[in-house]
Structure formats: C-alpha cells, structure tokens
C-alpha cells in the first residue's frame, strides 16, 4: 500500500533536487567564508583581465595622441593613474561580489534547510513503518 504523505513528501524533495537543488546543494558544501572567499578571488581575477582589456582598447584607440605626447609623457604619473583605477574598480567590484555571494548563501542555505528537514522527516517515516 502507498503512503500517499510520503509519495507527496518525496515529489516535493525530488521536484527540488530537479530545480533549485541544482544550484544550492553544491553550493552548501562549503563554509560560508570559503564560498564567498573562492568568489571574491575569481571576481577579482575577472576584473583584472577585464580591465587589462579594457585598457589595452582604450589606449590603442587614442593611439594617435599618446604618440603625438610620447616624449612629453610622464609615464610613472601615466601608470599611476592606470594603477589607481584599477585599484578603484576592483575594490568596489569586489565588494559587490562579497555583497552579492554572502546573498546567494544565505540563499541556497536556507533552501537546503528546508530540503534537510524534508530528508529527516522521510527517514522518521520509514523508520515508523
């Protein structure tokens, strides 16, 4: 005989690993600070080659006035300028991406809770039967 409670107990939970489960199970494996952290330094490696990028196009479409300035360029103020940018843009998008990761966490975690309570009540059900 089926247990029609338990049958809809287990659509539930598989209905989630199918959707939601995909995303927030992985992500539970981790301790917080890991997951966040690992993040923050993919983000910041991101946004360093985004920036090298972006600023390799932008001087290679003012080529014509940084060769017409060449001899009168200061080139250590020229690459201190570029260094503060890059220091600039890549405090604040890593501190979105702290912002931004802390969510997705707190996020996955609380599902994951709800699936773990899901879990032990199916377990407390096949141990009464």
Known sequence: MVDEERLKLMTRMASFEENEGKKSIPVCEFFRSDYV?????LSAVYITI???IFTGV???CGMESYLSEFYRMDFVAFGKEI???YIVV??????VSFF?????YTKARKSTRTYQKALKRLSMMYEKK
């Open 50 to 52: 985004a920036f090298a």
């Open 100 to 104: 931004v990761y802390s969510y997705r």
């Open 83 to 85: 260094l503060q940018r």
């Open 90 to 95: 890549l405090g604040i998008y890593v501190l």
């Open 58 to 60: 932008s001087i290679f």
């Open 37 to 41: 952290g690992l993040h923050m330094i």
